[in-house]
C-alpha cells in the first residue's frame, strides 16, 4: 500500500474510534494535527496548574489561622500534583517535560491568563478558591470526556480534588461576608478584580476562538467556550447573591426565553494584553518560575543520577 493510501486508512480508523467515542491512546495512530493540538493544550494546561501556585502561595504565611493555612498549603500542594499529572499525560504525545518548561520560559507557551493577577487581600484567596477553580471545575468537568485517553483520565482524577478547591473558597467569602463590615468591603472588592478574569478563562467567544472548530471535530474539546462561560455564571451567580455579594455586571440578567444569563462586554483587549504578556504580573510569575526551576536543578540531577545507579544495580544482579 502508498504511503497515501495507508495515511487514509489510518484516518478512517482514527475518525471511526472518535465517532464511536472510543479513546485515543498514546501507541494510536493519529493525526498529526490532533498530536500537536493536544501538545499545545495539555502542556499549557499543566504550565496553569503549576503557575497558579503563585498567586496563592503568596498568603501561605499571612494565613488568619491554623486552619486556614494547612487548607491553602494542601489546596497548592494538589495544584503542583495537577501539573505533574498534566505533564505525564502530556508527555506520552512524544514531547519531554524539560521540552514543555523551555517553551514556556522562551514565551512560546502559554498559561491561565487568571494567574496573572495579583492577590491583593486574604478574600482573594477566598475568589480564587470559588471562582478560578469553580471556572475551572465546569471547564475540566467537560474534559473528562476528551478523546484522547490519558488527558481525559487526568480530569477525572483532578476534577475530585477542584470540588474541595471550589468548596474551600466559598467558605472564606461565606465567613467574610459573615464578618466585619471591613470584611464584607474586603471580599466584595476581591469580587470585583476577580468576576471579569474568571470568564475570561473560559478563552475567546466561538466566533473568535481559531482552535475550537478543530477541537470540536477530534471530540478534544466537549463543549464551546461560549457554552462553558455560560454554565460558569449560571452556577456561580446564585452562590453571589446567596452570601450577599454583588456580581460587577449591571447587565447581567436573566433571559428567560433562552434559558440563561445575558451578561456584560467582556474585556478582551484586556485579555489580549495578558495573554500577550502584558498583564499586572506576567514578567514576575515567569521570573519566579524559571528562578525556582534552576534553583530545582539539583534535585532533578539527583534523581536522575538515582535512576541511573539503580539501573546499573539491576544490570549487576541479572
Ligand atoms: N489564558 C491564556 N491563554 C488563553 C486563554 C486563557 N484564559 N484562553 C484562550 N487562550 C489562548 C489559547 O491557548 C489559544 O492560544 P494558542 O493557540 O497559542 O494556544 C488562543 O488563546 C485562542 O483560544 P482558543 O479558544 O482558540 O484555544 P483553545 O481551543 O485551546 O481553548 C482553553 C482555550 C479553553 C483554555 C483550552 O485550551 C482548555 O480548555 N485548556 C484546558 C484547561 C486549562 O488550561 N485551564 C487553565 C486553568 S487551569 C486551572 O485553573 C487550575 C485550577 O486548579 C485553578
Known amino acids: 500500500m502508498d504511503n497515501n493510501e495507508d495515511y487514509n486508512k489510518n484516518l478512517l480508523e482514527f475518525e471511526r474510534k472518535i465517532e464511536a467515542e472510543e479513546k485515543i491512546e498514546p501507541r494510536d495512530w493519529m493525526p498529526d494535527e490532533y498530536r500537536q493540538h493536544l501538545i499545545r493544550q495539555m502542556s499549557q494546561h499543566a504550565h496553569s496548574e503549576v503557575i497558579g501556585m503563585q498567586p496563592e502561595g503568596n498568603w501561605v504565611n499571612r494565613a488568619p489561622s491554623l486552619r486556614s493555612k494547612k487548607i491553602l498549603i494542601a489546596k497548592i500542594q494538589d495544584e503542583g500534583g495537577h501539573g505533574l499529572y498534566l505533564y505525564s499525560a502530556a508527555e506520552t504525545l512524544g514531547v ?12 512560546k507557551a502559554k498559561y491561565s491568563s487568571i494567574f496573572n493577577y495579583p492577590t491583593l487581600s486574604w478574600a482573594d484567596i477566598g475568589a480564587i478558591g470559588w471562582l478560578v477553580d469553580g471556572a475551572a471545575i465546569v471547564n475540566q468537568v467537560s474534559l473528562c470526556r476528551t478523546s484522547y485517553g490519558p488527558y481525559s483520565r487526568a480530569m477525572v482524577r483532578i476534577c475530585k480534588e477542584e470540588s474541595f478547591h471550589q468548596r474551600q473558597g466559598y467558605e472564606i467569602m461565606c465567613d467574610m461576608m459573615n464578618g466585619t463590615e471591613d470584611q464584607r468591603k474586603m471580599a466584595q472588592d476581591a469580587m470585583n478584580r476577580w468576576w471579569w478574569p474568571s470568564l475570561m478563562m473560559f478563552g475567546p467567544t466561538d466566533n473568535d476562538s481559531p482552535n475550537s472548530q478543530r477541537a470540536m471535530k477530534w471530540k478534544i474539546k466537549r463543549e464551546s467556550n461560549d457554552k462553558l462561560r455560560q454554565k460558569f455564571i449560571y452556577k456561580t451567580v446564585g452562590q453571589a447573591e446567596f452570601i450577599g455579594l454583588t456580581v460587577p455586571d449591571p447587565d447581567l440578567n436573566w433571559n428567560e426565553e433562552a434559558q440563561h444569563y445575558d451578561f456584560g462586554e467582556i474585556d ?51
Not at 96 to 107: C, M, P, T
Not at 277 to 283: F, T
Not at 311 to 317: D, I
Open 96 to 107: 519531554s517535560r524539560d521540552q514543555f518548561v523551555k517553551w514556556l520560559h522562551e514565551g
Open 268 to 318: 478582551w483587549n484586556e485579555f489580549y494584553e495578558v495573554i500577550k504578556g502584558r498583564g499586572p504580573c506576567n514578567k514576575q510569575r515567569l521570573e519566579t518560575h524559571i528562578k525556582s526551576h534552576q534553583e530545582g536543578e539539583w534535585v532533578r540531577d539527583t534523581a536522575r543520577e538515582y535512576n541511573r545507579l539503580k539501573q546499573e544495580v539491576k544490570k549487576e544482579l541479572v
